[in-house]
């Protein structure tokens, strides 16, 4: 895979978690670096992205000001800090790469099999 997740966890509401998305093959500095979750039964939605310069999208409204992208290019790695968590938080997390943004994961060149994260109490 070019993309794995991981971090992935139970958490209780308010706390914070840090999801990683490790790269091979690619050189991640060069990719636009989206983050998208999907519970059971629902479509995969699109949460944020940075491109490759590291500007910020956000498409989902209610992860703004909680969520945020970075990437550390020495590790080739990108992560996805998750501040107070809400039970509807819980999904299974997915990294996802292309040259440019996209709130649709299909639209991604390359994405991962996904993390699970709970929020619960």
């Avoid at 991981?6 to 999801?19: A, H, I």
């Avoid at 999904?91 to 440019?100: E, G, K, L, Q």
Wanted: charged share 20%.
């Amino acid at each position: 895979e070019h993309v794995v997740e991981s971090g992935g966890g139970l958490v209780q509401p308010g706390e914070s978690l840090r999801l990683s998305c490790a790269a091979s093959v690619v050189t991640l500095s060069l990719y636009a670096i989206g983050w998208f979750r999907q519970v059971p039964g629902q479509e995969r939605e699109g949460l944020l992205c940075i491109d490759k310069k590291d500007t910020s999208t956000y498409y989902l409204d209610s992860v703004k000001g909680r969520f945020t992208i970075s990437r550390d290019n020495a590790k080739n790695t990108a992560y996805l800090q998750m501040h107070n968590l809400k039970p509807e938080d819980t999904a299974v997390y997915h990294c996802a790469i292309d040259i440019r943004c996209s709130g649709s994961y299909k639209e991604m060149a390359y994405g991962g099999q996904g993390t699970q994260v709970t929020v619960s109490s």
